[in-house]
């Protein structure tokens, strides 16, 4: 069974930068492409970014530059960084995977709990 356990969320100050954690289980990691999305109370959830299981990274328009998404194979984890933090940022954070291995694009299927990332002014 897939498990994803993210972390690394909090409070910071608008300016700041945090870092994200994504670990996985279940199944082989690196064959599958990762995906950050986040989702405000009452809002859809959107994609923050997603990297492939060859190294390929897509990006939001609203995070591009001021994000990066990684993966390191060898711990099972994604990582989400985040620079330059805006309070528009403030949302649940949730990592996610998709079933299928060796795509290019994310179609979710499996989810973790979600971080808290809050961003004052």
């Known amino acids: 069974q897939v498990q994803l356990v993210e972390s690394g969320g909090g409070l910071v100050q608008t300016g700041d930068s945090l870092r994200l954690s994504c670990a996985a289980s279940?199944?082989?990691?690196?064959?599958?492409?990762m995906g950050w999305y986040r989702q405000a109370p009452g809002k859809q959830r959107e994609l923050v970014a997603v990297?492939?299981?060859?190294?390929?990274?897509r990006y939001a328009d609203s995070v591009k530059g001021r994000f990066t998404i990684s993966r390191d194979n060898a711990k099972n984890t994604v990582y989400l960084q985040m620079y330059s933090l805006k309070p528009e940022d403030t949302d649940i954070y949730y990592c996610?995977?998709?079933?299928?291995?060796?795509?290019?694009?994310?179609?979710?299927?499996?989810w973790g709990q979600g971080t808290q990332v809050t961003v004052s002014s």
């Open positions: 279940g199944r082989t990691f690196s064959s599958y492409a």
């Open positions: 996610a995977t998709d079933r299928r291995p060796y795509t290019s694009s994310l179609s979710p299927n499996y």
């Open positions: 990297i492939t299981s060859g190294g390929s990274t």
